[in-house]
């Protein structure tokens, strides 16, 4: 089952995450899924926001479909993330999933005010990862309709 947008093409998700583990669990994650996703990455807020205004060196980088959001990270945290895109009118029509180890209800009711379109406590073992994975893909992949192009 290979899923591709409305519009032919994969799916641009980027990731924004500083843990590399993660970044691989979430990439083995699409690959099993059979997701036909172009995974992109940032390790920092700096680099995410970098991305979505394509600066450099992210001058030809894709506007995402998708963001997948950790909220704790140096330098430009996912809280800082969020609050950069909500008063960004070109980006704010971006879904952000918040996807972090926190469970903290202050971190949900923020992001949350930060209009994020989920938030996710990430899994420990590798199997509800791989579950995670396949749930973002099957929701936000299959049954919702993303934001064209800006």
Partial sequence: ???????????????????PDDVELMRIGFHRA??????????????????????????DAPRPDLILLDLNMPRMDGREVLAEIDKDEALSQIPVVVLTSSDAD????????????????????????????????????????LPPDA
């Fill in 106 to 145: 202050s971190d949900v009711l923020a992001s949350y005010r930060l209009s994020c379109s989920s938030y996710i406590v990430k899994p420990v073992d590798f199997e509800q990862f791989s579950r995670v994975v396949r749930g973002i893909g099957d929701y936000w992949f299959t049954l919702v309709v």
């Fill in 1 to 19: 089952m290979s899923n591709v947008l409305a519009r032919g093409r994969p799916v641009e998700v980027l990731l924004v995450e500083d843990n």
């Fill in 34 to 59: 059979k997701f036909a996703v172009n995974l992109h990455h940032a390790g920092d807020g700096e680099a995410c926001m970098a991305f979505l205004r394509r600066e450099a060196p992210y001058t």
